[in-house]
């Protein structure tokens, strides 16, 4: 009777290899498959506060802007738990410094019930972005239903070098331009994402639980190219 052959272990893959992009450059995400994209924060609108002839005008204003633009946006919503840890913490530093000590009990108080009213509360923070893609002339577009970064089947593809990132950064720029001043002519202000404000987004998405007990350091200080966990090392 033949031995059967102990089952071989399964390689030990790295969780950058599940990533659909390679890296942030200077607010710019650059895929696997040689692609750009760059991210603006939206604010929002009390629209149900709006007249209705101002409603009108802003519903008109969002189609005029969508039927202007030449290339695809993406817009995404992202609602978590109010997170006042910074905030909080502040007011502590205020409250040790405060030499009035009717001020100083009163910002304790303030303190004590913020805190209870996260605990208790359930209050969700939402926030609104949209997604630039830039798409070389090198590369073949994505489908449409790839998700938000593309296909993560397209794993391989062209490597961009200085001088066409360069090029590429000037169009998605542009494209930027017209976005912001589309959404800002129906009161939606925006900004671009730097570095390391992408590199925060990406950490709460793909890690949303540590995101809310462990924040991510300054991007600067992670030199390392590839994290290995205990049991890749």
Same mark, same amino acid.
């Not at 033949?2 to 995400?29: N, R």
């Not at 890690?207 to 924040?215: F, M, Q, Y």
């Given at each position: 009777?033949?031995?059967?052959?102990?089952?071989?272990?399964?390689?030990?893959?790295?969780?950058?290899?599940?990533?659909?992009?390679?890296?942030?450059?200077?607010?710019?995400?650059?895929?696997?498959?040689?692609?750009?994209?760059?991210?603006?924060?939206?604010?929002?609108?009390?629209?149900?506060?709006?007249?209705?002839?101002?409603?009108?005008?802003?519903?008109?204003?969002?189609?005029?802007?969508?039927?202007?633009?030449?290339?695809?946006?993406?817009?995404?919503?992202?609602?978590?738990?109010?997170?006042?840890?910074?905030?909080?913490?502040?007011?502590?530093?205020?409250?040790?410094? +405060?030499? !009035?000590?009717?001020?100083?009990?009163?910002?304790?108080?303030? @303190? #004590?019930?913020? /805190?209870?009213?996260? *605990?208790?509360?359930?209050?969700?923070?939402?926030?609104?972005?949209?997604?630039?893609?830039?798409?070389?002339?090198?590369?073949?577009?994505?489908?449409?239903?790839?998700?938000?970064?593309?296909?993560?089947?397209?794993?391989?593809?062209?490597?961009?070098?200085?001088?066409?990132?360069?090029?590429?950064?000037?169009?998605?720029?542009?494209?930027?331009?017209?976005?912001?001043?589309?959404?800002?002519?129906?009161?939606?202000?925006?900004? +671009?994402? !730097?570095?390391?404000?992408?590199?925060?987004?990406?950490?709460? @998405? #793909?890690?949303? /639980?540590?995101?809310? *007990?462990?924040?991510?350091?300054?991007?600067?200080?992670?030199?390392?190219?590839?994290?290995?966990?205990?049991?890749?090392?």
């Amino acid at each position: 009777m033949a031995q059967q052959k102990p089952p071989q272990p399964k390689p030990i893959v790295s969780t950058q290899s599940f990533l659909a992009f390679s890296e942030v450059h200077e607010g710019i995400i650059i895929t696997k498959n040689g692609e750009l994209r760059a991210i603006l924060m939206a604010s929002s609108i009390n629209f149900s506060l709006k007249s209705e002839q101002e409603q009108t005008a802003i519903v008109y204003a969002y189609q005029n802007f969508l039927n202007s633009l030449s290339f695809p946006v993406q817009i995404m919503m992202q609602s978590r738990k109010l997170d006042l840890t910074k905030y909080i913490a502040k007011l502590k530093e205020i409250a040790k410094v +405060q030499g !009035n000590e009717l001020l100083r009990g009163q910002t304790i108080d303030y @303190i #004590y019930y913020i /805190e209870r009213l996260v *605990k208790v509360a359930n209050i969700m923070d939402k926030k609104f972005y949209v997604v630039i893609p830039f798409m070389p002339p090198s590369t073949t577009q994505i489908k449409p239903s790839a998700g938000l970064f593309g296909n993560k089947k397209e794993a391989s593809g062209p490597k961009i070098t200085p001088k066409d990132f360069e090029k590429y950064q000037t169009e998605i720029l542009q494209r930027l331009q017209v976005i912001q001043s589309g959404l800002g002519s129906i009161g939606v202000r925006t900004a +671009q994402l !730097n570095t390391q404000q992408i590199v925060e987004l990406m950490y709460g @998405i #793909y890690n949303p /639980e540590e995101a809310e *007990k462990e924040k991510l350091i300054n991007f600067n200080h992670l030199n390392s190219d590839l994290v290995e966990s205990e049991v890749e090392k």
